[in-house]
């Protein structure tokens, strides 16, 4: 399959084109079915006989080139509408009906606050172009309204709220929120890549609009991501403040799988300036080696790293509600547990060429023993809280 890509260096566009790679050169087997010969990228830059060519040869075509700020109001006809109709005349002009999606927008609806939007009315003449070339041609159209985009190489500064404000806050600038409350409907680039994979497969979801609604419809005129995030702008802004603070306070905030905030923080963290990458992280350091505080979590405590100097011990205390894994990945250890009140010892060898995990149990007064002359011993230590010093929950006791 060929597939034409325009807008290939806009934020849609180098996205896709960069998710079509992996599969064309076998690096993702996510869609085995999905069989990928050229990627054709246009853009605002290339020659007006590349897009001859490629339409010629394209399976299918993605059509994401379009202006969103322009200098005159009447570029955006001219850049949304007059595009779309360049590229369908050409495609017209070889004969080609394979599939075209055109990357529309909500502004499109002309309601609401999008009534007296120009560029709302450029994306609207693009949907009519599209559909009549439907009628015309017996093409299938793929007609996708976005909401707000979000995600990995957006623009910041530009026409995205989320990018502007992930970068401004990663590189310590200022941001602005004129009203915290305002609410956005919001779409991952991942989902939207997605989507536009499982348009080329032909399951792409169809829907038809009821102003800015969608509506399930599997023989709609339209197409859409069915996953979208709906949150205020007061609320992203927290949300991001929460990240960038993570290096000081070592808290992963809450990021379910598929939640905004998932997404946000990876969104975030694509906009960090180099000197912010590498963080430095507090060792506890004496005689006996280290330990340091690598993560904490809001409700599942904390993840640690100890190192244990040549035939050092360290333990040898218990707790009443708190446990641990203790995961050595280097050296080699022995690792005791006692019952309080028992005399039983139970015993764990330990090395970083066997890595395995040990409970310390409740209840369980526990050390761990560096065997080694001549080797540090390295430990990735988990607790299931994070050490509160007061309430501490340990108490000294020799195994």
Known sequence: MNILVTGAKGFAGKNLCATLR???????????????DDIYEYDIDSAPEELDEWCKKADFVFNLAGVNRPKEQSEFMEGNFGFASTLLDTLKKFGNTCPVMLSSSQQASLTGRFGNSEYGRSKKAGEDLFLH???????????????????KWCRPNYNSAVATFCNNIANDLPIQVNDPSVELELLYIDDL????????????????????????KTDGRYCHCPVTHK????????????????PKTLMIPDIPENSFAKKLYSTYLSYLPKEKVAFPLKMNVDDRGSFTELIHTLNAGQVSINISKPGITKGQHWHNT????????????????????????????????????????PGYTHNIINLSETENLVTVMYC???FNPQKPDTFFEPV
């Open 22 to 36: 992996t599969f064309q050169d076998g690096r993702n087997r996510t869609r085995p079915e999905l069989q990928i």
């Open 193 to 216: 890549v997605e989507e536009m994979l499982n348009a080329m497969e032909g399951r792409e979801h169809r829907c038809e609009f009821d102003g800015l609604e969608v509506v399930e």
């Open 133 to 151: 070339y439907q009628e015309e041609t017996g093409a299938r159209v793929l007609i996708y309204r976005f909401p707000n985009l979000f995600g």
């Open 384 to 386: 299931n809280e994070i």
């Open 322 to 361: 708190k446990w641990e894994f203790f995961i050595v990945v280097a050296g080699h250890g022995l690792i005791q547990e006692r019952k309080i009140g028992t005399d039983e010892i139970i015993e764990f060898e330990v090395s970083g060429d066997n890595i395995q995990c040990i409970h310390m149990l």
């Open 231 to 246: 949150i205020t702008l007061g609320e992203i802004v927290e949300l991001i403040h929460q990240f960038a603070e993570q």
